[in-house]
């Protein structure tokens, strides 16, 4: 089994809808982060936490929102959709060892915003 | 804002040519990491540098940390078909990395 799950795997949605997605993890860390991903523009990391009651702004927050429900899981919602918001998404979840952080990747979510 | 700069931003070869990718920056980094990512997969880690100087060797590819910490490469000897993807660096902070954009490998049969 995987050890971070992101559902669904691909969405379709209008604009101006309201959409979530969902992120699992069963590697027991703390650290857990959304990114965006397009072409040309490498990752981008939108919100990350550290705990259940932490939560940090990454370089593109704006249009987004999460909420860390509990140690594993981590949503990222889009309040209300727009085209450029198309992209493929990222979570992740983090240790920390002696050589810095180390990223455990999710499959993804390929979302296309009409 | 720390910037990684990779390039070549794309590569096509041939199997079994040798390659090599280089990763950027003008700041200094605690340590720097290089992930792979297959079409319709999330990134692997291959590989942390942390010494400047530091070599580290998997198998048929060759990581290497500047002197300074401000760069790094990769090199693949003998490409395969298997090492197509998309190669990122990412330097390391204490809560966050910065990717860079990637170099995306073709090897051809």
């Known amino acids: 089994d995987a050890d971070v799950t992101q559902t669904p795997r691909n969405r379709i949605t209008k604009t101006g809808k309201r959409i979530m997605l969902e992120c699992s993890q069963t590697?027991?860390?703390?650290?857990m982060y959304w990114y965006r991903q397009d072409p040309g523009l490498g990752l981008r990391l939108i919100y990350y936490?550290?705990?259940?009651?932490?939560?940090n702004k990454g370089e593109i927050s704006d249009g987004y929102s999460v909420s860390r429900q509990a140690q594993a899981k981590f949503s990222l919602s889009l309040e209300s959709a727009i085209p450029n918001q198309t992209a493929l998404y990222f979570c992740?979840?983090?240790?920390?060892?002696?050589?810095?952080?180390?990223?455990?990747f999710g499959p993804g979510t390929r979302l296309l915003v009409l | 804002t720390q910037l990684l700069e990779q390039s070549p931003q794309f590569l096509s070869i041939q199997e079994g040519e040798n390659l090599t990718v280089y990763c950027n920056s003008s700041?200094?980094?605690?340590?720097l990491q290089w992930y792979r990512q297959e079409p319709g997969e999330g990134p692997v880690l291959l590989v942390t540098?942390?010494?400047?100087?530091e070599v580290k060797k998997l198998k048929r590819l060759t990581f290497q940390f500047g002197d300074a910490r401000k760069d790094s490469s990769l090199h693949i000897t003998a490409a395969q078909p298997g090492d197509t993807g998309l190669y990122l660096c990412?330097?390391?902070?204490?809560?966050?990395?910065?990717f860079g954009k990637g170099t995306m490998l073709l090897v051809s049969p």
């Open positions: 700041s200094v980094f605690s340590s």
């Open positions: 990412a330097g390391t902070g204490y809560s966050t990395l910065t």
């Open positions: 590697k027991g860390h703390d650290r």
């Open positions: 936490s550290f705990d259940v009651k932490d939560i």
């Open positions: 992740a979840t983090s240790d920390f060892t002696g050589g810095g952080v180390t990223q455990y």
């Open positions: 540098v942390v010494t400047g100087g």
